[in-house]
């Protein structure tokens, strides 16, 4: 992502032949691993994926519970093994000087790095919305910090909104859509190339796009994403713009959300839990609160791990990486935030929550830093909820994960290096300003 160029190749000597084979060994065999963990879960699927469609929360659990059995040792094993790199010491914390100073650079890096533009050619662009989405969350944090530069950056996110909702409009049905662009770079244009391509195959093509733009991704799940990060971003800015056209088209993303199928990845899903928490909190339509609640029932929640050694983690191998794993935090915590104190499904939220926290937070204090995006924003975010949600969520780790989290940040920006993207990074500015000197 180009926006990581914000603000090593690292040679190995001395290392015998022998450790090499050793380290070759041990991957291929964790690429074995993997390979037949996906196997086992790809058995399950269609299984999983008939009760999600009926609606059917026991039989969502049953089947989860089958392939857990199944997995094995393999349970809450990613995909990809975890990386860690130990933070700095001796790091002080950012000062609400050198944040408010930081919204300045946010301000510049928007501004040199802008390419949204209402009428672009979505077939030839390697951009995304989400992209868009992230800027509008940083210069929003920037406005509700009191930023000196508070007033250029609402400018900046006004913007920003534009283009979205012209992509939107663009669309046709109320998602932020995804543009149809062969041969873009990275996992998102992968994953979009492989579904266009199925699609033609298929005959369906014209049921995919509309005006360059995907629009559809059947049961796959994948527009999720995006819509989800697109919506949030336009209820936030909505918060501090009052502008009607903010809202109305962050409420056509949730509509949008609503009316779409759970599907079998549950970090998809835990994207709509997202974006309708916040719909029901800035409308209060408990429309949106129960369709949050619905996706969390059939879609996250069923598929986290209650026992074992990996307790706490998603199932699958894909879900059981860290960034996954912190989006699907950041959904559940804004699901518990709306979420009224008497209602019955609350406790079991607020336990995935828990279980979920405590499983990777000490990861970052014994191990080291795994992930940075997904886990910053959903930590701040926690930080940023009520008294009440961080006295439910206390004592999982947060405080001593943020930490550690917050030295490596602090170091990096005073380096002029890009930690992490603009909204977190906004997000971050945002709490040391509030916490003050």
Request: proline share 3%; hydrophobic share 40%; aromatic share 8%.
């Amino acid at each position: 992502m180009v926006f990581r160029q914000w603000f090593s190749v690292l040679a190995v000597v001395g290392v015998g032949w022998g450790l090499i084979a050793s380290a070759v060994a041990q991957q291929a065999d964790y690429a074995e691993r993997v390979r037949a963990s996906k196997q086992i879960s790809n058995v399950f699927a269609e299984r999983l994926a008939e009760a999600q469609g009926r609606g059917d929360e026991a039989g969502v659990r049953r089947v989860v519970r089958e392939t857990t059995e199944r997995l094995g040792e393999l349970a809450g094993v990613p995909e990809v093994e975890d990386e860690n790199s130990a933070a700095p010491a001796g790091v002080s914390p950012l000062t609400k000087r050198e944040a408010e100073a930081g919204f300045g650079k946010l301000l510049q890096f928007v501004r040199h790095k802008k390419w949204w533009k209402v009428g672009l050619d979505p077939t030839k662009t390697e951009h995304l919305t989400r992209e868009v989405a992230t800027i509008i969350v940083a210069c929003a944090a920037g406005v509700r910090a009191g930023a000196p530069n508070k007033d250029e950056l609402l400018d900046e996110a006004v913007e920003a909104a534009d283009y979205l909702i012209w992509c939107q409009r663009q669309g046709e049905v109320g998602v932020y859509p995804f543009p149809a662009f062969k041969g873009g770079r990275g996992a998102a244009f992968e994953a979009a190339d492989r579904f266009l391509r199925r699609a033609e195959r298929e005959g369906r093509l014209d049921e995919v796009l509309r005006n360059g733009w995907a629009v559809e991704d059947f049961s796959d799940g994948g527009l999720q994403f995006d819509n989800g990060l697109c919506g949030v971003a336009m209820f936030e800015l909505y918060d501090l713009t009052k502008d009607e056209r903010h809202l109305a088209s962050a409420k056509a993303a949730a509509d949008w959300s609503t009316a779409r199928p759970v599907v079998t990845n549950w970090n998809y899903n835990s994207f709509s839990v997202y974006l309708l928490a916040h719909a029901y909190r800035v409308t209060g339509d408990a429309k949106y609160l129960e369709a949050a609640k619905r996706k969390a029932r059939l879609g996250v929640l069923p598929g986290q791990l209650t026992t074992g050694p990996h307790r706490g983690r998603w199932c699958d191998a894909h879900n059981a990486r860290p960034a996954y794993h912190y989006i699907m935090i950041r959904g559940l915590v804004a699901l518990v935030g709306v979420m009224p104190s008497d209602d019955d499904e609350r406790p079991a939220v607020v336990e995935c929550v828990r279980l979920a926290l405590a499983a990777r937070n000490e990861e970052f204090v014994g191990r080291g830093i795994m992930n940075v995006d997904s886990s910053l924003e959903a930590l701040l975010i926690l930080k940023s909820s009520s008294a009440s949600v961080r006295r439910e969520l206390a004592g999982c780790g947060t405080d001593e994960a943020l930490e550690v989290l917050e030295r490596h940040v602090a170091e990096r920006l005073r380096k002029n290096e890009g930690p992490a993207g603009p909204g977190v990074i906004g997000r971050y500015f945002e709490m040391v300003c509030r916490r003050g000197d």
